[in-house]
């Protein structure tokens, strides 16, 4: 598979008993990593037993990031900028509440647009992909319609695309058809009506029923399956051959970030495979439940997924 993330980071994890703001906070420990939502989506593979290709964008003058990717043993193919390398802070607190601080990522000066999705077309036309992975942020003031145009591309390729993307992203991507779109329900309300905030986990009794309603809408709006994640609370889905509500599985949580890249990777993996589409989603749920029992983001012991897959209850219409 090929796994296109323009707006990599590199990762700086940082454990810590509380985070009290504007006040100074003594570590536990701290780990540097190689970042991006593709990353998380390439370990997944990886741990799934796949290959993947990840394409995105690396600091000429700063090695960091590439010698992080081949140190865990990820197929990168760099796209240069000439920025500073792009910064994520990852706070997580004794309780288990997550902090996520973004870095900015390459301003549009410093990469070239052209030579980025000229580097896809030509991957796509050497390699012959099982799928594209469309994943991650772009970098500022990228137009909205990149993902979009590498899902044309993968499209005219005869190869299927996936999208997992910011809002405004994801919904400019639509237009061409993307084979699954997978947000969180907290992306996809942002895109519809125009929510503001985010969390790691979002709440609601009325969970499923939003979830559906919004991956009917992304469906109706051009995603050939759409997806719309609710953590531990489940996933919607939606087809042209209906809807249904996955509840999830619960498990003891050690990191909860990249579990929508794990959800992605696991049900990228299915479908490639020849699942149906919903045995596909419940696939990905099961990979995601295995990732977020796992420090590390996007890691995951392969072995687990069985089991939780076995847990996870069937698919219900909606």
């Known amino acids: 598979m090929l796994v296109v993330t323009p707006n990599t980071c590199i990762d700086v994890t940082t454990w810590l008993p509380v985070l009290v703001p504007g006040s100074v906070s003594r570590a536990s420990r701290t780990e540097v990593t190689a970042g991006g939502k593709g990353v998380n989506v390439c370990r997944t593979l990886r741990a799934l037993g796949v290959t993947p290709r990840l394409v995105g964008l690396a600091p000429v003058a700063d090695p960091r990031l590439s010698e992080l990717l081949a140190a865990e043993g990820c197929d990168f193919l760099p796209v240069p900028h000439t920025g500073e390398a792009r910064l994520a802070l990852i706070l997580l607190e004794d309780s288990g509440r997550v902090t996520v601080v973004n870095g900015r990522g390459p301003e549009p000066h410093e990469w070239d647009h052209d030579t980025f999705l000229g580097t896809i077309v030509g991957e796509l036309a050497a390699t012959g992909p099982a799928a594209v992975l469309c994943s991650g942020s772009l970098p500022p003031d990228v137009p909205v319609d990149l993902y979009g145009e590498v899902v044309a591309a993968a499209h005219a390729a005869g190869i299927p695309a996936f999208v997992d993307a910011a809002p405004a992203v994801l919904g ?147």
């Open 172 to 318: 400019a991507s639509l237009a061409s058809g993307p084979d699954l779109v997978s947000p969180n329900v907290g992306e996809v309300e942002s895109l519809l009506h125009g929510r503001t905030d985010e969390h790691v986990e979002e709440q609601g009794d009325d969970l499923p029923e939003r979830c559906v309603a919004a991956s009917r809408e992304l469906h109706a709006r051009g995603a050939r399956r759409a997806v719309v994640t609710a953590g531990s609370h489940g996933a919607a889905l939606t087809t042209a051959g209906g809807s249904w509500w996955v509840d999830a599985v619960h498990v003891e949580v050690a990191n909860p970030i990249g579990a929508g890249d794990s959800f992605l990777a696991g049900t990228a993996h299915a479908l490639t495979g020849g699942a149906d589409d919903v045995t596909a989603v419940r696939h990905g749920m099961a990979v995601a439940a295995a990732a977020v029992q796992h420090e590390r983001g996007g890691m995951l012991h392969a072995s687990l997924v069985d089991g939780l897959l076995a847990r996870l209850p069937q698919g219900v219409p909606a």
